[in-house]
């Protein structure tokens, strides 16, 4: 025969589980909105920034001063979005015409490399640095664009940088991430800039999940068209093999993310 004790006893087991329950229900609740929370404080953060700048006149090119470029994305063939080859895609290519005047160029992590112990990544970085990031530079700074340095704490690679008119962005970094993030935004809106090109190295960790690079800037796509210079990143490759990790990496940020182009028909539009 049950006491009076025994059955307070249970129910104030009964009472702590109910209570451990709410409390893990609560938690997962509070994750939820907060992760929800984050992304739409980002997003009106966004709307408010652009409101504040949009009583700014703008900078207009007419025809005749827009350059223009052959931009590649690219779509599965094949159903469930099933990649097995690398013939498995649909490229699809367009031409994209841009005002210089409200172009940024953008570039994370384009660190010198003295300090590089391996050789085979140096040597790419140095060709891709100077073959084709550094004029690109110096077209951008001709055209009347923007160049923007992210190089995350590392030093610059070396007359890179003007200080005179290029924005670097090096003191952000020991920010929390998104702030980070809304400070490019607020950079890019309050210099009318309305097409943003990546260049940088590491693809497939810098250039792709800075808090300045692809994967984090997402949301601007609402405000700004996003490009890839495609053959102005590389991974760290330690092999000769074809497809190599940065051309595959860039397929998929061509599927998923933004469209490519060469920086050859950058330097070569007028």
């Known amino acids: 025969m049950k006491t009076s004790s025994d059955t ?12 451990k329950i709410l409390i893990a229900l609560l938690l997962v609740l509070f994750l939820l909105l ?5 992304r739409t404080t980002e997003r009106y953060a966004y709307k408010f920034i652009d409101f504040i700048w949009s009583a700014k006149s703008q900078s207009e090119c007419s025809e005749s001063q827009l350059l223009k470029v052959q931009t590649r994305r690219r779509q599965p063939i094949r159903s469930n979005d099933l990649i097995e080859t690398s013939d498995d895609w649909e490229v699809i290519e367009k031409e994209y015409a841009f005002c210089p005047k409200n172009t940024a160029l953008l570039l994370i992590d384009v660190w010198e490399t003295e300090t590089l112990k391996n050789d085979v990544v140096k040597a790419e970085h ?11 530079v110096d077209k951008v700074r001709n055209i009347n664009g923007i160049v923007v340095h992210s190089p995350n704490g590392s030093p610059m690679y070396p ?3 003007d200080n ?11 920010l929390p991430r998104k702030l980070q993030t809304i400070i490019l935004f607020w950079k890019l809106r309050s210099s009318g800039i309305r097409t943003l090109i990546y260049a940088g190295f590491s693809t497939n960790l810098c250039l792709y999940d800075r808090p300045h690079g692809i994967f984090f800037t997402k949301l601007f796509d609402d405000y ?5 210079l495609r053959d102005a990143t590389a991974t760290w490759e330690f092999s000769s093999e074809q497809p190599t990790v940065t051309k595959n990496f860039i397929k998929f940020l061509e599927w ?12 070569e539009s007028s």
Do not use: Q
């Open 126 to 136: 140095n060709r891709i640095t100077n073959d084709v990031i550094i004029p690109i």
């Open 256 to 267: 998923h993310h933004l469209p490519s182009f060469l920086g050859s028909e950058f330097l």
């Open 8 to 19: 307070n006893s249970n129910k104030l087991i009964s009472f702590k589980w109910r209570t």
């Open 159 to 161: 007359n890179i940088y």
């Open 34 to 38: 907060g992760a929800s929370f984050e």
């Open 164 to 174: 005179n008119i290029d924005t670097n962005l090096n003191w952000t970094n020991v």
């Open 224 to 228: 700004f068209t996003r490009l890839l």
